[in-house]
């Protein structure tokens, strides 16, 4: 047996889809703007709210790097980019051709690589942190990592899809660690000194959002 109804979050309602189960537990799932729910027969719904309320957000968060392709096309930069062999020039006189998505991703990996060490070289000098090692990887479960001890970051290949503030915003994170290795109150007086506007840039890349109006 299934329900549908609209659960209310931020400003957006979103549906949740709910099969009922012979289960002991409920499980929340979250894919494509749609909430999936397994329950036990005769769950109530305040319940599976109750649930929605409290993993809602982390399950969002989990999926937005899935938002940033698909099949047909893929964000760059904020830009929905459609895959179409060709050429892709950026704001900066650089460009990526490429044939298929093969030749695609090999390319976008390097030129990524190449704009992210750009953006730690330029705050580095900015926040005075000693010179980092620069890599890039497919992560999707954090968007950066510092190891301080081998001075070298690695940042997640998803931040491409996303504009420059958010990635300036994630490599303020990570050279922050070059000072102090938790997420304490002193890490994000840091944060914040040099990048003020990142609480803002973080729910973007949270939420999956790649500019400030979809397109």
């Given amino acids: 047996?299934?329900?549908?109804?609209y659960y209310p979050y931020e400003d957006k309602n979103y549906l949740v889809r709910v099969t009922y189960k012979r289960s002991r537990t409920i499980?929340?799932?979250?894919?494509?703007?749609?909430?999936?729910?397994?329950?036990?027969?005769f769950t109530s719904q305040k319940t599976i709210i109750k649930g929605l309320d409290k993993?809602?957000?982390?399950?969002?968060?989990?999926?937005?790097?899935?938002?940033g392709e698909n099949e047909d096309y893929i964000y760059i930069l904020g830009k929905k980019i459609f895959k179409k062999p060709g050429v892709i020039?950026?704001?900066?006189?650089?460009?990526i051709t490429f044939k298929d998505d093969v030749e695609l991703h090999k390319k976008t990996k390097a030129w990524f690589l190449a704009l992210i060490t750009r953006r730690v070289r330029h705050y580095e000098q900015v926040m005075?942190?000693?010179?980092?090692?620069?890599?890039?990887?497919d992560m999707n479960t954090r968007y950066g990592s510092n190891t301080p001890r081998n001075h070298s970051i690695r940042f997640s290949l998803v931040l491409m899809h996303f504009s420059l503030d958010v990635i300036d915003a994630i490599v303020?994170?990570?050279?922050a660690h070059c000072f102090?290795?938790?997420?304490?109150?002193?890490?994000?007086?840091?944060?914040?000194?040099?990048?003020?506007?990142y609480k803002y840039a973080h729910k973007k890349l949270r939420k999956g959002i790649f500019n400030d109006q979809k397109n």
């Fill in 1 to 5: 047996m299934q329900k549908e109804f």
């Fill in 27 to 41: 499980s929340y799932r979250y894919k494509d703007g749609l909430f999936i729910v397994y329950a036990p027969i």
């Fill in 55 to 67: 993993y809602a957000d982390k399950l969002i968060e989990e999926n937005a790097h899935l938002l």
């Fill in 89 to 95: 020039l950026f704001n900066d006189g650089s460009q």
């Fill in 128 to 137: 005075g942190t000693y010179e980092n090692k620069v890599s890039v990887r």
């Fill in 172 to 175: 303020v994170h990570e050279l």
């Fill in 180 to 197: 102090v290795h938790g997420h304490g109150k002193d890490f994000y007086s840091i944060v914040e000194k040099y990048y003020p506007n």
